[in-house]
């Protein structure tokens, strides 16, 4: 005979969400199942009991047996119900102005590059903008980056001043550049696998693109790119941000030396890059040392 869910025995965890029904006192000539089996007890029969079911509330739950844990409903306890929480959205970053300030970061750099704008000059944001095209606001927010930066300098109540670099500056910017960068290239390139250099292709691939059409400011981002990914690669944070704003400062050469500046020798310097990696690739340290060292302080 097929049993049904109503036939189907009740588990204990069943049994413990009803009251216990009060205890029923046998009837006369009725014993009562407990009594029959202690008196069969004491009069020596073997008795066959079956174990207490396993105790559902309180207590130490049975071995090998997990517990059930729910939490009482807040409304039954006379709780008020509290809205499920949800996470906060994410505030969402407005791109076209960040796109504007970068423009406007990359115009005021390859202003200075080129000497257009000039040393020694001071140059107020309103007027700055005006040239541009846009606000007064993004034009502040670059040149507070290039102040960090070193390039300018603020002139209280009148604007920034553009930073004039000496050849000083430059050999001194180069000696601390030397200091940092070839050390920690040449450890990484004694543990680095060789097909781990591979990965910087692409930005002396870059480098030798934009110096063939003799692009200044553009070879100065190419530039900063490489040596960037270069340092990246010996998994030190703080060098590769101290060591990026060094380089950012040695392109503040002066207007005269930078307009001097053709294809051939933008070229040659990014051939500096491509002859870097094939050494690196065969770990041939010494022309790794020797490469990095006239490059620097070219």
């Given amino acids: 005979m097929e049993q049904t869910a109503a036939d189907a025995p009740r588990s204990a965890g069943h049994a413990a969400l009803h009251p216990h029904r009060p205890h029923r006192p046998a009837t006369a000539g009725q014993r009562h199942p407990a009594g029959a089996e202690g008196d069969r007890g004491a009069r020596g029969e073997h008795v066959h009991s079956e174990p207490p079911p396993p105790a559902t509330t309180g207590g130490t739950p049975p071995a090998g047996r997990a517990v059930e844990r729910t939490e009482p409903d807040p409304a039954l306890r006379g709780e008020p119900v509290r809205p499920a929480r949800h996470a906060r959205p994410r505030e969402v970053k407005q791109p076209e102005r960040h796109s504007v300030r970068g423009q406007v970061l990359t115009a005021l750099r390859e202003a200075l590059l080129s000497g257009e704008l000039a040393p020694g000059v ?22 507070q980056r290039l102040v960090s930066e ?39 390139a004694r543990t680095m696998p060789p097909e781990c250099w591979e990965s910087l292709r692409p930005y002396a691939d870059e480098a030798l693109a934009v110096a063939d059409h003799g692009d200044r400011a553009a070879y100065a981002d190419a530039d900063s790119a490489f040596h960037r990914a270069l340092l990246e690669l010996t998994g030190n944070r703080q060098l590769v941000a101290i060591a990026t704003d060094i ?30 990696l094939d050494a690196l690739r065969v770990r041939d340290l010494t022309t790794v040392e020797r490469l990095m060292r006239a490059h620097v302080t070219a």
């Fill in 122 to 143: 001071v140059y107020s944001a309103p007027a700055l903008a005006e040239r541009l095209g846009v606000s007064a606001t993004p034009v502040r927010e670059a040149m």
């Fill in 247 to 276: 380089q950012r400062r040695t392109q503040r050469r002066p207007a005269p030396a930078v307009r001097s500046l053709r294809t051939e020798q933008l070229l040659r310097d990014a051939a500096d890059h491509v002859a870097l």
């Fill in 150 to 188: 070193g390039a300018v300098e603020t002139v209280p109540n009148r604007g920034f001043r553009v930073a004039e670099c000496s050849d000083r500056d430059l050999a001194e910017l180069a000696e601390i550049r030397l200091l940092l960068e070839v050390p920690s290239v040449l450890e990484t």
